[in-house]
């Protein structure tokens, strides 16, 4: 069995991770990490999990140092000083968090409006998306697991992109998301007076994911991409749904579109395309992505509507996908492939 350290596991995410790696026949938790929840035990802050009777324990390097596999689910920001401190131990580093994701100093501070305190580690990560990058992921110790919101786009969008069937400039990604995407912090926005019968956009032309959609889909083509990206927070716990619009090239059909997806994901456990336009209770409880693709012929607009479970695919299931690449075991293992309709 190889040991696992999971940093960060009073976090929805994190509790997500304790569920699948004690399910999982080749990994065990060794040690849980917290801050502000650090002496109490797991029953206390997940009481929905086994062996609550766990402690949840303050980061110490030398506690985890010795771990084969690190899970980082903390807040942004946070990720970089363990990462530095374990950089020279044998552990293999799994970050779900943003510190790692973009690959120039430029862009991280397009992003973040502040300069990266590493930013020589920018670009050095593997980026986890294992239905695009399984090569790099399973060659590298150092894996940065991407956001919720661009999981969404990306991968519907990569085939189109890579194809040339749709132009790369000009796409738009409008995303609704349950509210635990926003982490645990009980803030006021995320109370359930703040958000029960409403629906609001936030972060309009400065979410921090905007960048992260650009720089992995600048891979699929030689000219670069522009994105136009508006997430929206809706009143449900969990789940997320990404409408994205795109221009067809000239000559493109349903039928080219439609090959692109087919021949990029035909082989990929967790992603399906569908007729009709998925619904998130499909996805919720499983790393799945369910897509649907249209064409609009009269507008040459592009429509696909993609669904995930913001906690599994969008966080800890899609980390735990790159886990199992990064040992060599088949990257479905200990993950759910079915929902929990209704």
Sequence with gaps: MHTVAILGASGYAGGELIRFIDNH????????????????????????????ERVLETFNVDKVVETDLVFMALPHGMSCEPAMLLSKSSAKIIDLGSDFRLDTPQRYVEAYGHDHPYPGQLGEWAYGIPELFATAITSSDRVASPGCYPTSAIIPLAPLVASGLIEPTGIVVDSMSGVSGAGRGASEALQFGAVDESVKAYKVLSHRHRPEMERVLDTFTANGTSVLFTPHLVPMQRGLLSTIYATARQDTTLDDMLSAFDELYGGAPFVNRI?????????VGSNNLLASMHLDERTATVVIVSA???LVKGAAGQALQNANLMFGFDESTGLPVEGWMP
Excluded: C, K, M, Y
């Design 25 to 52: 026949p080749h990994f065990e938790v060794s040690f849980l990490g917290a801050n502000r929840r650090a002496g109490q035990t797991l029953r206390t802050v997940h009481p929905q999990l086994s062996g609550g």
């Design 308 to 310: 995930i479970d913001n």
């Design 275 to 283: 007729d009709h336009s998925p619904e998130t209770r499909w996805v």
